[in-house]
């Protein structure tokens, strides 16, 4: 069973920086790819940026450039970096575990605002 939590979110101001994290339990060798997605009041969750075992990345048009995703084996722990955060990044952010069976874990979310 794979659990993940996420932390990190926070208000901000707009230009400001966030760094998520998720910490997950379980075995990552089950897991192929790893991500955040974001959700905001009355939108469908969108994909932000995944990164696979392989260390293989890819980012939502939106965030290329400013986020970057990152991944620590030894902690069992997920990062995105925010730079220069803009209003409409604000969501609630959602740490995702793909297995390689097909399952997919979720965290609970993390609250970003960007706003002044």
């Known amino acids: 069973q794979v659990q993940l939590v996420e932390s990190g979110g926070n208000l901000v101001q707009p230009g400001g920086s966030l760094r998520l994290s998720c910490a997950f339990s379980?075995?990552?060798?089950?897991?192929?790819?790893m991500g955040w997605y974001r959700q905001a009041p009355g939108k469908q969750r969108d994909l932000v940026a995944l990164i696979t075992s392989g260390g293989t990345t890819t980012y939502a048009e939106s965030v290329k450039g400013r986020f970057t995703i990152s991944r620590d084996n030894a902690e069992n722990t997920v990062y995105l970096q925010m730079n220069r955060l803009k209003p409409e990044d604000t969501a609630v952010y959602y740490c995702?575990?793909?297995?390689?069976?097909?399952?997919?874990?979720w965290g609970q979310g993390t609250q970003v605002t960007v706003s002044s």
């Open positions: 379980g075995s990552r060798f089950s897991i192929y790819a």
């Open positions: 995702n575990a793909r297995a390689f069976s097909g399952e997919a874990y």
